[in-house]
Structures are given as C-alpha cells and as structure tokens.
C-alpha cells in the first residue's frame, strides 16, 4: 500500500459544478496535511492544510479531514476551467514532524 | 521579485557530466529542500536544510551533494550524471522546519541527460 494515494485522473468536472477530490493515507500519526495545486510545467504552489478532523475553508476551496478513517478530500465549489491542473496531496510522517510524503495527484479537468 | 529562485530553468548534459542547480529564497525562511519530481510526478525530498544545518537526508546517491552556504542560499552539486538522473528538480523553502504553513517552491530545473 502506498503511503499516501490518490486517484490520478483525470476527474472531469463541468463548469460551475462542485469538484471533490480525494486522498487516503497510511501513517496514523500523520498530524498535518496539506494540498497543492500544480498547473502543467510549473511549481506545486499551497493551496490549503488542515490539522484538525473536521471542514476547513478557504473561499472556494474546502478541505475535509477524517483521521479515523485516514483520508482528507479538497472540494472545490463554482469550479473554473482555471482550476484545472493537478493536485497534490501531502501529509507528514509521523514520526517526524520534518518530512512530507506526496501522493502522485489527481488530475482535474474543468469542462467549460 | 521572486520568492524562491533556481537556475537554471532547464539543463541539458551528457552522461559523467558533473553539474549544479542553484536555489535562493528571500523570504526569510530558515528551512530549505531539495526535491525531485520524476516522470510519474511524484515528489520525493532529496535534502533538507535548516539555517545552514542538514536536517533530511534522504537516500540518494552520493553523487549528489548540497551545500548551504547561508540560510538563504542551497545548492545542489550532481557528480557523474547518469540517465536516471533526469527529472524536475525543484527547491523549496518554509518558515520552519517543519514546514507547518507549507512550503514555496521554485519554478524548477527540468533536467536532461543524454
């Protein structure tokens, strides 16, 4: 089992609609958990973290964390075509607050 | 004004080639990294640095070496470059070794061994 996994893609999602993507990992003392947003040929840029069970959001964006079941999901509300690009799932290893492990993204296609 | 700075952008070297990427963040942060992202996209760190001391050090062959001369500047020296060795290489900073409030990457070096 990987680590951290994420379903690659691509998810097609119309214009306007609500894009859900999803993340499970394995580490059950992982405590941060992070999202990137990385458009093709460039640098992963922060999107949001989140730490605690429960919603985070940020504008359009909400994150979603369920430690009892290991996983963490970003929605993305009135999605825009510029929202289409990969996105990355980190989470620290538990046993050591210095380190990220990614998952390989989800690629997420908005349809105009 | 950029935050995170590598070159350069693209290198294209013949294998047993020795090479090196440079990284400068003026952001302040005391932590920097060294990732490589493969074709696969999968970001996997290298090295981490915090003000000048090595924190991470991943398993990667010795031929890649870091150097941090300050906690502004790291560098990435590869030895006897090899086919594998192509990849993105990104450099990135936080405010904190643990990189709490995530992390500001540079724009890459995408590199090609031939």
């Known amino acids: 089992q990987k680590e951290v996994e994420q379903n690659s893609g691509p998810l097609s999602v119309p214009e306007g609609a609500i894009a859900s993507l999803n993340c499970t990992y394995s580490?059950?003392?992982?405590?941060?958990f992070f999202w990137y947003r990385q458009y093709s040929g460039k640098s992963p840029e922060l999107i949001m973290f989140?730490?605690s069970n429960g919603d985070k959001e940020d504008g359009r964006f909400t994150a979603q964390l369920n430690k009892a079941s290991q996983y963490v999901s970003l929605l993305i509300r009135d999605s825009q075509p510029s929202d289409s690009a990969t996105y990355l799932c980190?989470?620290?290893?538990?046993?050591?607050?210095?380190?990220?492990?990614w998952g390989a993204g989800t690629k997420l296609i908005i349809k105009p | 004004d950029t935050a995170v700075s590598q070159t350069p952008k693209y290198l294209v070297t013949q294998m047993g080639n020795d090479k090196s990427i440079k990284c400068e963040q003026n952001l302040g942060h005391d932590t920097m990294y060294w990732y490589k992202q493969d074709s696969k996209k999968f970001l996997k760190i290298m090295f981490s640095?915090?003000?000048?001391?090595?924190?991470i050090n991943e398993t990667v062959p010795n031929r890649f070496s870091p150097k941090s001369p300050d906690k502004a500047h790291l560098n990435l020296h590869i030895n006897s470059l090899e086919l594998g060795d192509s990849a993105v290489y990104f450099c990135?900073?936080?405010?904190?070794?643990?990189?709490?409030?995530?992390?500001?990457f540079g724009s890459g070096t995408r590199l090609t061994v031939v």
């Open positions: 989140i730490y």
């Open positions: 580490d059950r003392g992982s405590q941060s």
């Open positions: 980190a989470v620290n290893k538990g046993d050591s607050n210095y380190q990220l492990i």
């Open positions: 990135a900073s936080s405010q904190d070794r643990g990189g709490i409030y995530g992390y500001t």
């Open positions: 640095y915090n003000n000048k001391e090595l924190i």
